[in-house]
């Protein structure tokens, strides 16, 4: 009976809420506190206590309710974890009640003060004597003339519309909207004509906030605009004090129901006349029709009858409300949620109202399910093709889908019939949603797949969404580009706004320049704007940049070549007049002549910036945009692994040259006649043959005159005084022989018999290929193409002989030992490696170029040796192997700044980040390997990394990087992604990428820096240096073979730095950047400094302290110093002790 009691007061029930991490502005908000969500000012911390159950409740068997939530999480969730991220997230996103009072209680107060707005006399619009403050009128006047008359007088309603009332009201930007009836008799019935009734609204809002301005209960009061609409400005009211920031009431001014027809806005119809917009007599039987101003006004007669129709369908729908929410922080996710022309939550709860009206989906659905079903029609419907409406009964004067289509891009027809929601939608944002849909699709079953992460809370920036990104700095140039393109009526339309007037045409052009080279072309929506109610409204100009996305083809975007139609076909003339001068008669080999027009580009890296020139070329040509007015972004990181040399490179080419040298070596290797033995295998296991090698081996011709040569052994050795020379990195190649019961099975036998074999080989190579070799007991380095290969012979079973040992008892023994698995690893995993992401390379054009910036960022970063060579190799493979929610990276660039993320907001505590190379890794090996993770925990390493062939220990990050250094390297790549991406979008910032690059070394306790002359890789360093040596090359792309062998694998810095952690690894932490770096940074260990008992034996680098009869010994600082410097004399330069901290 006691055991009973005791099960049954441990079992508990808990309320948790999980914490989701706010990673930038924007996103939804990190909740520290458990239970259920309330957005007070408050800083209390909630607790919950445990409910105890008796053992009938403990034990009762489930209700009908219970068995159906269970079979509802086993058929519609991956697992019911999925389910309860989803309701957890919702407790997140939806406003609590106790917030409610405080929004219901302040809106009481606005509506009071409202309606006590005083009258005033009729005076015409172009008078604002009335307006007795410093309260500025939001609406910029294009053109000036103003006619009508204007008086101020409280509303004649005052209505709670939008999502608030609707219960769709989400965080972190809680905004609820409050629509004012203008009185009856200040608007007429042709104010709808020439901005008439928008100066009106603009006059009223500026009544309104003076009024608004003489009340306490007011916090603060700014202008804004409804989705960026310069004819939609709205009147931003804050609580007063400590809520000031918690939520914003949002003022529409709104005529009267009814006020106007709506048949008056036909999107065929006009309303803006040329004589008044212009000032030239102009005929009104030939006025083009104006269906965005159009559309503005009729925004303004229907939010309350939205309202309606949506509540009407809410309450058939019990998930309705959820469902919105989840699809606003999809949404927002995507950035596709804010700025003029976005998806905004209004058109979600439309889309799902359409879907419900339509029996697309049922009323009965889950949120889950209804958020999937809209996803699913927006990747497979295209409304800029195919319009959908929400009006069941339409009459005559109601516009027809098609008349709709060619009025605006993209049509959704709201329940009235006659105005498009989407009417400032461009087709690009639809695109860019249909593809953000398709691709949430894509791997929402995926149960590789962390889908919830992925889906809803993983932000997808520009900068990290697409492969290239430009600017268009100077928006004022967009005028003349509107004169160009001959925009008059598309300008009336808009109002003056010359931005969104020529952003369709700018859309356009690109998109037909760009053709086939482009997956999606995506373009910025710039945020509302907000200014003070004493403040001008701000000029179109003053906006931020326009910027753009392009998600590249690989395959076709480095093409230098745009072939055009033949000369004779109709389409010839098109294609000279979109590419004017460029275009060219060209014959092709098959005979064919044909208009073309050729790009500049020689390398990989100038042929990634063929976009730029094609976007720099249409824009100049037909839209009268300078080159000055473009800033291109897309390549800007990759100048930190640029090879200088006639041909800017990053890498590619040198590359290529190492893969084909090497596979020249290894049919040589392969056709060797005299062996004893034969080879089974010649396998590359250095990362040039996988193009990341940050900066790869290149054919080097050598200067004989900097040498002297060294006759026994054929070696070319420096002359005295000279620089060091020129760093050549030894290529490893293994090359296994095949078994045979010749070998013997002794470990020191087997070393013995391959140093035989470096020899031989060596031997043969010279004989049948005329190659220098220097043979060596665990290595043969080869002189070929300019080129140094060590290869390395291997034997299968030496990594087992190694395990195995005889015991006192005779018996054998098998135990796995580090020397067995450094060889394994040497021999078969690193081999296997480069071969499965040299395939990964083919696949992946620009996999290896990430590669390199990422190994440059941790090498500069002081992280080269806790984030190894391999280990970022694997890291970056993920990116492209799950991108999910992205697509595999197309340029560099976007690689990196992902690698950076992953570093920055990967939980490396709790999960393993599975590599799945080869598509090797099934479902049930995800979850094996997950499980194994979390029951093994605490022995496995920090940074946990799994793949097909190492599930279970994480080989590659098994000695490197500790809980601190990791902490260290995230902390560092969240602040560098920060900084690198504010540099890439703002235009205003100079452009200095390689900031990231540099290191901050104030946290460092002592600066060892070296004599550049000696610095082998200096040329290599992130800024390079103003001072350059000669090191023993010449110029000239063609390397040699034969001759004298030259300095091999010699790096006076590694070896410097090898020699100080040897010695005084046990005291301090040694960093330095492998490529070309002149610092060596020093932090002392804190717990090196904590005295020991004197001992003769424990006396090295230690002085005595003595303290009474206590007898102690501490390091010497001073002495360790001087070692420092006589360690590394000729290298050395200075020595900087920048802290004291061992005195503590």
């Known amino acids: 009976m006691k055991k009973k009691q005791k099960d049954a007061d441990y079992s508990t029930e808990m309320i948790v809420s999980d914490s989701f991490h706010n990673e930038e502005e924007g996103k939804v908000l990190s909740k520290t506190k458990r239970g259920p969500p309330d957005d007070s000012a408050t800083n209390e911390e909630i607790k919950y206590h445990p409910v105890k159950m008796s053992r009938s409740d403990l034990y009762r068997p489930p209700t009908a309710e219970e068995l159906k939530q269970l079979k509802e999480a086993e058929s519609l969730f991956h697992c019911s974890l999925l389910k309860m991220q989803m309701e957890e997230l919702l407790k997140e996103v939806f406003i609590s009640e106790r917030k409610k009072q405080q929004i219901d209680l302040f809106i009481e107060t606005i509506t009071e003060l409202l309606l006590s707005v005083p009258k005033t006399e009729k005076v015409e619009m172009s008078d604002l004597s009335w307006l007795t403050g410093t309260v500025k009128v939001p609406f910029l006047l294009v053109p000036q003339t103003s006619n009508g008359k204007f008086h101020m ?15 769709t009201c989400t965080k972190p930007h809680v905004m609820v909207d409050v629509a004012v009836n203008i009185p009856a008799d200040i608007l007429q019935e042709k104010d709808a004509l020439n901005q008439r009734y928008p100066r009106k609204r603009a006059l009223y809002l500026a009544g309104l906030a003076q009024h608004l301005t003489t009340s306490s209960d007011i916090g603060t009061l700014h202008y804004s605009c409804l989705q960026g609409n310069r004819l939609r400005p709205v009147l931003l009211l804050s609580p007063p004090g400590k809520d000031s920031s918690s939520f914003s009431v949002r003022i529409h001014a709104c005529p009267p129901p009814g006020f106007f027809k709506p048949s008056r806005f036909h999107p065929q119809r006009n309303n803006i006349r040329t004589a008044w917009y212009t000032g030239i007599p102009h005929s009104e039987l030939n006025e083009p029709p104006t269906p965005h101003y159009n559309s503005t006004l009729l925004g303004d007669l229907l939010p309350r009858a939205h309202l309606q129709f949506l509540s009407a369908i809410q309450s058939q729908c019990s998930a309705f409300a959820d469902a919105v929410a989840l699809l606003k922080v999809w949404l927002r996710q995507r950035e596709l949620d804010k700025g003029p022309g976005c998806f905004s939550g ?54 027809s889908l098609e008349e709709f289509h060619r009025a605006y891009q993209v049509v959704f027809v709201d329940p009235s019939g006659h105005l498009n929601l989407c009417a400032d939608m461009t087709t690009s944002t639809y695109k860019q949603l249909q593809h953000e849909a398709s691709v949430s699709m894509e791997f929402w079953d995926n149960a590789t797949v962390e889908g919830f992460q992925s889906l809803l809370m993983t932000p997808k920036p520009m900068t990290r969404t697409s492969d290239h990104v430009f600017q268009l700095c100077e928006l004022v140039k967009l005028q003349s580009s509107c004169k160009k393109l001959n925009l008059l009526n598309e300008l009336m339309d808009h109002c003056g706004n010359y931005i969104q007037a020529s952003l369709p045409y700018i859309l356009s052009l690109i998109q037909q320049g760009l053709g086939q080279r482009i997956i999606l072309l995506t373009h910025s929506r710039a945020p509302d704007p907000e200014w003070s109610v004493q403040n001008e409204a701000p000029k179109y100009k003053d906006q ?80 009268s945009i300078p080159e000055a007015s473009i800033r291109y972004v897309g390549a800007m990181v990759d100048d930190v692994i640029k090879i200088r040399r006639e041909v800017s490179s990053t890498g590619e080419e040198e590359s290529l040259l190492v893969v084909q040298s090497f596979d020249d070596l290894s049919r040589k290797l392969w056709q060797l006649k005299g062996l004893p033995l034969a080879i089974t295998s010649v396998q590359g296991a250095h990362p040039a043959l996988r193009y990341t090698q940050v900066f790869p081996p290149q054919l080097t011709k050598m200067d004989y005159t900097f040498f002297e040569n060294e006759k026994i052994s054929r070696s070319l050795l420096p002359k005295e005084g000279k620089p060091c020379p020129s760093y050549i990195a030894p290529i490893t190649v293994i090359c296994h022989m095949e078994g045979s019961g010749k070998w013997p099975h002794d470990r020191l036998a087997i070393r013995h018999i391959k140093a035989a074999f470096h020899i031989h080989l060596g031997e043969l190579l010279k004989q049948q290929h005329n190659y ?104 970056v493979a993920s990116l492209f192997l799950q991108p999910a929610p992205f697509t595999p990276p197309g ?254």
């Open 346 to 399: 209004f058109l979600s709860s439309m889309l799902l109202a359409y879907l419900l009206t339509t029996h697309r989906i049922s009323a009965s659905m889950t949120a889950y399910q209804l958020l999937r079903n809209s996803l699913n029609f927006l990747a497979t419907t295209d409304l800029s093709v195919n319009g959908i409406t929400l009006a069941k009964k339409t009459d005559s004067t109601v516009p």
């Open 153 to 167: 007088g409280p509303p004649s309603s005052v209505d709670l519309i939008g999502s608030y009332p609707l219960g």
């Open 772 to 875: 220098t070799f220097r043979a060596c007991p665990t290595h043969l380095d080869v002189w070929k193409d300019g080129l140094v290969f060590r290869i390395q012979i291997a034997y299968h079973r030496e990594p087992q002989i190694l395990r195995e040992s005889i015991g006192a008892d005779g018996m054998l023994l098998v135990r796995d030992t580090e020397e067995a698995q450094a060889l394994e690893m040497a021999t078969i995993l690193k081999p296997l490696l480069t071969s499965t992401l040299h395939g990964l390379q083919q696949q992946h054009t620009c996999f290896g170029a990430v590669c390199r910036l990422a190994k440059r960022w941790l090498g500069a970063q002081l992280f080269g040796c806790d984030i190894n060579g391999d280990t970022t190799d694997l890291l």
């Open 891 to 1144: 340029s560099p660039q976007v690689g990196f700044l992902r690698f950076l993320h992953l570093l920055a907001s990967f939980d490396w505590r709790n999960n393993p980040l599975i590599v799945n190379l080869n598509n090797q890794l099934t479902v049930a090996d995800y979850t094996e390997i997950k499980n194994e993770f979390m029951a093994s925990r605490e022995s496995l390493p920090v940074m946990f990394i799994a793949t097909p062939k190492d599930k279970k220990m994480s080989l590659w990050t098994k000695q490197a990087p500790s809980v601190q250094m990791l902490q260290r390297i995230i902390m560092v790549a969240a602040e560098s992604l920060k900084v690198l991406e504010h540099q890439l979008m703002c235009s205003e910032e100079i452009e200095d990428v390689r900031v990231v690059m540099r290191p901050p070394l104030d946290a460092y306790d002592v600066l060892i820096h070296l004599n550049p002359k000696q610095v082998p890789l200096l040329s290599q360093a992130v800024d390079p240096s103003a001072v350059t040596f000669t090191r023993g090359t010449t110029a000239g792309s063609m390397g040699q073979s034969g001759g004298a062998m030259p300095v091999v694998d010699y790096d006076p810095v590694s070896l410097y730095l090898k020699e100080l952690r040897e010695s005084f690894g046990d005291l301090a932490l040694f960093f330095c950047d492998p490529f070309g770096g002149t610092v060596i940074a020093v932090l002392w260990k804190p717990k090196a400094f904590t005295p020991l008992p004197f001992k003769t034996s424990q006396m090295s680098a230690r002085t005595v302290e003595v303290n009474g009869e206590e007898v102690t010994t501490v390091p010497n600082v001073e002495a360790i110093l001087e070692d420092f410097k006589i360690m590394g004399s000729g290298l050395v330069k200075t020595i900087e002790a920048r802290t004291e901290r061992w005195t503590f």
């Open 544 to 623: 931020p940049a326009l910027s753009f996305g392009l998600l590249l083809k690989p395959e076709l975007a480095t093409s230098v070549l745009e072939r055009g139609p033949p000369a004779d076909s109709p389409k010839a003339a098109e294609f000279r007049q979109l590419w004017g001068s460029r275009s060219e008669l060209r014959r092709f080999q098959d005979g064919a002549i044909t208009e073309a027009v050729m790009w500049e580009g020689e390398s990989i890296y100038q042929k990634r910036l063929v976009p730029k020139q094609i976007i720099t070329h249409l824009l100049q040509l037909h839209a």
